[in-house]
Nanobody
């Protein structure tokens, strides 16, 4: 069982930056692929970025490529999402997810563990 707690959300103006953090419980953090997803009001949850256990694979959604960076610190059991050049369309609840699968999938339903989410609001 893995418990995930997100932090770092908030209100920011367009063009600004935020860094989200996700702290995970458990002793085998490096065995888990970690992902960030987001859900805007009235929309389905969508993939944002993910990172393999070793950090060697980091796929991104096209909408955030070049603006967001995912990273992890296995010694701290924490994954981060650095978000730069934020746009109003990035406004959503951002969720952290974890899974033991070796293949990183972009479908939310394939991820086993989820955090409660943190709100990110970007004003124009």
């Amino acid at each position: 069982q893995v418990q995930l707690v997100e932090s770092g959300g908030g209100l920011v103006q367009a063009g600004g930056s935020l860094r989200l953090s996700c702290a995970a419980s458990g002793r085998t953090f490096s065995s888990y692929a970690m992902g960030w997803f987001r859900q805007a009001p009235g929309k389905e949850r969508e993939f944002v970025a993910a990172i393999s256990g070793s950090g060697g694979s980091t796929p991104y959604a096209d909408s955030v490529k070049g603006r967001f960076t995912i990273s992890r610190d296995n010694a701290k059991n924490t994954v981060y999402l650095q978000m730069n050049s934020l746009k109003p369309e990035d406004t959503a609840v951002y969720y952290c997810a974890a899974d033991l699968s070796l293949a990183i999938r972009r479908t939310p339903g394939t991820w086993k563990f989820w955090g409660q989410g943190t709100q990110v609001t970007v004003s124009s």
